[in-house]
């Protein structure tokens, strides 16, 4: 996996495994463009492929996480960093064109993470909104600051939360929470999102990245192989009959349980030791 300064983030790896992406560009409080979503989208790849990275972390700069799609920075700001990807025009200039920008690339940063089988937290180091919003939601934990601010509000501007948004909260709120929250153009407060579902945890602003550190590594040191699996098998599990549910973790613990994590978890278990995942990745 490439690591550095890339279009509107950073990306380093941390132990053990932690592929961490800061968002950099605090001055326009870290809003996407069409650039930076290609790099994000190729380095979350790169991130799935590579056995040295276990979990993904998500935070931004400043006082923003992402405060939504920089329309100003589409046409022509300089945002730095090397670009993982080339240059394509930002599409959006016709009805097609929003279509074919919205399933290739912004819907398509969405689908990247929540498809990845590895485990993924989102560190909300401030306001949330609309792209920032959905990429938060996209991710399988948040962890939020005290001082962060989250929504969609797109009926704020007469538009839709095109990336998904309204799914991932269906899933997280249930239908008639989902239609109050965006009807009535909400963005809360960490404590409100917390009461709501939203996010997992809410930490004082400077406590925010040594406790998704502490949790991330949590996740790292956990038997890589079953986790994955069973991230997987949720989300089936939302889609799925019972009986499908069912078949489809039996066929996952065909592989689990013939796997060294699993000797290794019954070994401690009788041993009563702490086990010692993961050597397969050394």
């Known amino acids: 996996m490439d690591t550095g300064n890339f279009t509107g983030f950073e990306l380093s790896l941390r132990e053990p495994g ?48 992402c405060a939504g799609d920089d329309l100003k920075a589409y046409r022509d700001a300089e945002l730095g960093g090397t670009p993982l990807v080339p240059d394509i025009p930002p599409g959006h200039d016709s009805g097609i064109g929003t279509y074919n920008g919205l399933r290739t690339i912004s819907q398509r940063v969405n689908t990247t993470i929540r498809n990845i089988d590895k485990l993924t937290i989102a560190a909300i180091n401030g306001v949330a909104i609309q792209t920032g919003f959905s990429l938060a939601l996209s991710c399988d934990f948040r962890i939020a600051s005290s001082s962060a601010r989250m929504g969609s509000a797109t009926l704020r501007f007469g538009l839709l939360p095109d990336e998904g948004g309204q799914y991932l909260l269906v899933q997280l709120l249930g239908l008639s929470k989902t239609l109050d929250f965006l009807m009535r153009k909400k963005i809360v407060s960490a404590e409100e999102a917390l009461d709501l579902g939203l996010v997992n945890e809410v930490v004082a602003p400077e406590e925010l990245e040594d406790a998704a550190l502490e949790f991330a590594r949590e996740l790292a040191n956990g038997p890589q192989v079953s986790m994955r699996l069973l991230k997987r098998s949720v989300y089936n599990a939302a889609e799925l009959s019972w009986e499908q549910a069912l078949d489809e973790i039996a066929a996952k613990t065909a592989i689990s349980d013939h796997h060294p994590d699993a000797r290794e978890g019954v070994s401690a278990f009788r041993d009563k030791r702490e086990p010692k995942f993961n050597d397969w990745l050394n």
């Open 18 to 65: 932690i592929a961490w992406f800061q968002f950099n560009t605090p001055e326009r409080l870290n809003g996407m463009t069409t650039a930076i979503k290609r790099d994000l989208i190729e380095a979350t790849t790169q991130a799935q492929m590579d056995n040295a990275v276990r979990v993904l972390v998500f935070t931004g700069s400043g006082r923003a996480f």
